[in-house]
């Protein structure tokens, strides 16, 4: 079974928004893509709003492909200073869902939940993270710097904080479906012990 990306709400979200960002960023190092921006001349407005959402959701998906190979690994990393730290300050360990199991009655809509439920937003608060340093590193700071700093720092401590904490249930509901249902070979060797 391929995990495969259909056009929804949640995508818009995990990938088009982040991708947005991080193409405002590039366009301050683009000229070209800085004139598609503010470009009002064009006679096709559909089609621009089309490539816009399509390179949109294009850069969101390289922007989450860099989170996968950086920003999830940090999450193998044990940040829990203190006992009264959340769960999700723990070394979390990436789980794959168990394919087989999911053609047990009522297992592929939970999967599905889940996804749509934890996954989406996971995915959404890492790459608005990664898109958010970016836009702070290329885009010159107003004149409050220090201002901007601060919120720049907080924002990216609230989205880490955000996306470890998702990341962690994600993990833990993707344990919890994969323990769900025992396959069919462990049930029939129980039955053939039993006897």
Known sequence: MSDKIS????????????GF?????LKSTNSDLANFFVDTS???????WTILFALS?????IVSIVRASLLDRSFRFSLRLFESMPDQYNRVEPIEPNYER???PGKLEVF??????LRRPYEFYGNALLSGLLFSILTPLP??????LS???????SLYTATRKTYFRYMKALEELNRAVEPQSSVHNHHSRSR
């Not at 056009?7 to 982040?18: G, L, M, Q």
């Not at 004149?143 to 901007?148: H, P």
């Not at 720049?152 to 401590?157: R, T």
């Open 57 to 61: 959701l294009l850069t969101g998906m």
């Open 42 to 48: 064009a006679d096709d407005d559909i089609g621009r």
């Open 102 to 104: 999911l053609s047990a």
């Open 112 to 117: 599905q939940e889940i996804q749509s439920g």
């Open 7 to 18: 056009f929804s709400f949640e995508v818009v979200i995990a990938y088009v928004i982040p």
């Open 21 to 25: 960002i991080a193409l405002e960023a």
């Open 143 to 148: 004149a409050n710097q220090t201002l901007w």
């Open 151 to 157: 919120f720049y720092l907080i924002a990216g401590c």
